[in-house]
C-alpha cells in the first residue's frame, strides 16, 4: 500500500516536473520564433513602404514632368487666358546631392540664398557624430532668378536626383482680381444703402449682415491672391545633399558583384540568427528562475511526503517480523 503510495507520488512528480519543463522549452520556441520573425516582418513592411515611396515618386516625377512640358507649350504657343497679360506660374523644384564636405556644402548653399535674394523657409541639418552628415532646406528663390540658382546649387555636389514643376494659375489669378473686384462694388452698394436707410431696425441688422458677408468673402479672395502672388513672385526649391567620401555613381550590378552581395547577405543573415538566439535565451531566463523558485518548495513538499512514507511502512513490517517469529 506505502509502496504504491510512494511510486503514485514520484510519479505525480516526474509529470509535474515533464510539464514544467514542456512550458519552458514551449516559452523558449515562442520567443525564438517571435526574434526570429520579427525582424523578417518588419523588413518586408519596411520593403513594401520603399517600394510604394518609389512608385509614388516615380508617378510624381511623371506628373511634373508633364507639368513643366505643359507650361512650357502654353508659355510658347499659347495666348492665355486673357491676352496682355502676364502668365502666373508657381514653379517648384527639388534636388537630391551627393557632397564630399557636408559642412563647406552646407555653407555655400547660404551663401548662394543671399546671393540670389532669397532666404531659407525651413532647414533641417544632421550633425549626429559618426552617423552620415545629412540636411535639407526648403528655400524660397524670387522667380527671376530660378534658373541660375539651381545651376549654381547643381555644381556643389553629384546630383542624383532633380525634379521641376510648373504649375499655371493665371485664370484662378484673373477670376479672383474680377470677384474682388465685383465684391467690392457690392460692398459699395450695400454701404450707400446703409447710410441713408431709414427703416427698420431689423431691415438695418439684416443690411449689416449681408454686409459682414461679403466683406468676409472680400477677405478671403484677397487672402487667396495674395497666396498665389507669393507663390508666384518666389519660387520653392528644396535641397538635399549627403555626405559621401568616394562617391561612386549607381550601376548595373555584374555577376560576381551579385554573388558577393548575396554571400555578405547570407553572413549578415547568419549573425543575425545567432544574435537572436542569444536575444531568446536571455529572454527564457527570468521564466526559468521564476519558475525554479515556484518549483523548489512543490518539489520539497513531495519529499518530505515521501520520505514519512516510508518511515511509517517500515514501522508497520517490523511487528509482523516479531510475531512471526513468537511462532
Known sequence: MNANTHSRNSFAL???VSGLLYIVLFVFVVGLLISLFLPAVNSARSSSRE??????ARQEALEKREGIGRAANNEDGHQGVVSGLPRKIIYEAEITLTVQDFFASEAAVTKLV?????YFADAYVDRTYGEQLSGRWRIRIPVTQFDPFLEAVSRLGVPESRHQTAQDVTEEFVDLEARISNKKRLEKRIVELLSSS??????VIEVERELARVRGEIEQSEGRLRYLTDRTEFTTVVVSARE????????????LTRM???LGYSLLSLRDFGEHMLVATVFVIPWLLVLGVLLCP???FVRKRNAKGGTSSGGEETPKKETSGSH
Request: glycine share 8%; proline share 8%.
Open 51 to 56: 517600394a510604394i515611396r518609389q512608385n509614388d
Open 114 to 118: 543671399k546671393q540670389y535674394g532669397g
Open 198 to 203: 431709414s427703416g427698420k431696425i431689423k431691415d
Open 298 to 300: 512543490v518539489i520539497w
Open 14 to 16: 516526474r509529470r509535474l
Open 244 to 255: 559621401v567620401h568616394e562617391y561612386v555613381p549607381p550601376e548595373t550590378p555584374s555577376f
Open 260 to 262: 558577393r552581395e548575396t
